[in-house]
């Protein structure tokens, strides 16, 4: 079946710091690929998100491309700040012609940012 | 803010009360989740509505009691909990003809 693997954490970086949490996935069709961020003590909120391959998708400084050669979905940003320091959730979704789509989540990466 | 509420926020019940979660989003949405998050495991998808018809349960044990009276309102109800059962319950809801999930901020569930 479908699944998303992505880099244990917890990542801890020095503010300003460079990024990058990996992702892969596994998917017999052509799923949506997104990033999740979960905030202490709130929902898990779209961060960003990418519908076909070679797509990047980008939002708040954070970027990731679909790379479907490697099947990645790597999250970047070029200068972390303490504010970024959440839960960040790799997911994939297919849609099942007219079904309820539904989205198959990673383990979650832990990233804390240090002043 | 995501338009997707959850009461309680938190809640803490014995082994034999019955109590239940609530989730409410005046989206529009059509599909409405239940998922389950525990520490170091993916989220955990628990049941599916759309339409108010439910159209997944993996395998969820029966002391987890989903409602959905309308497209607004999703209930979770809890009988029986064991403190494994222990976690935040996040709710979701989604357009369908868009995939992407819009999540509450969840009901920390702790069995004593």
């Known amino acids: 079946g479908d699944s998303v693997t992505q880099m244990e954490g917890p990542v801890t970086l020095s503010e300003e710091a460079f990024l990058t949490i990996n992702c892969t996935y596994t998917?017999?069709?052509?799923?949506?690929l997104f990033w999740y961020v979960q905030y202490p003590g709130e929902g898990l909120q779209l961060l960003l998100k990418?519908?076909?391959?070679?797509d990047k998708g980008s939002n708040k400084g954070f970027e990731a491309t679909y790379r479907k050669e490697t099947t990645s979905f790597h999250l970047e940003k070029g200068s972390v700040q303490v504010s970024d320091s959440a839960v960040y959730f790799c997911?994939?979704?297919?849609?099942?012609?007219?079904?309820?789509?539904?989205?198959?989540f990673g383990t979650g990466t832990l990233l804390a940012v240090q002043p | 803010e995501t338009g997707v509420t959850q009461t309680p926020r938190h809640l803490v019940m014995g082994m034999t009360n019955k109590k239940s979660l609530k989730c409410e989003q005046h989206?529009?949405?059509?599909?409405m989740y239940w998922y389950k998050q525990s520490a170091k495991k993916p989220l955990e998808l628990m049941f599916v509505?759309?339409?108010?018809?439910?159209?997944e349960n993996n395998s969820v044990p029966s002391r987890f009691s989903p409602e959905c009276p309308n497209s607004s309102h999703l209930f979770l109800h809890l009988h029986t909990l064991q403190p494994e059962d222990s976690a935040l319950y996040l709710c979701?809801?989604?357009?369908?003809?868009?995939?992407?999930?819009?999540f509450g901020p969840g009901t920390r569930l702790t069995v004593l």
């Open positions: 989206l529009g949405h059509n599909a």
């Open positions: 979701a809801s989604s357009p369908g003809i868009e995939i992407r999930e819009f």
């Open positions: 997911a994939l979704g297919e849609s099942h012609g007219g079904a309820t789509n539904k989205l198959i």
């Open positions: 509505y759309n339409f108010k018809e439910q159209t």
């Open positions: 990418a519908t076909k391959a070679d």
């Open positions: 998917a017999t069709g052509y799923p949506s």
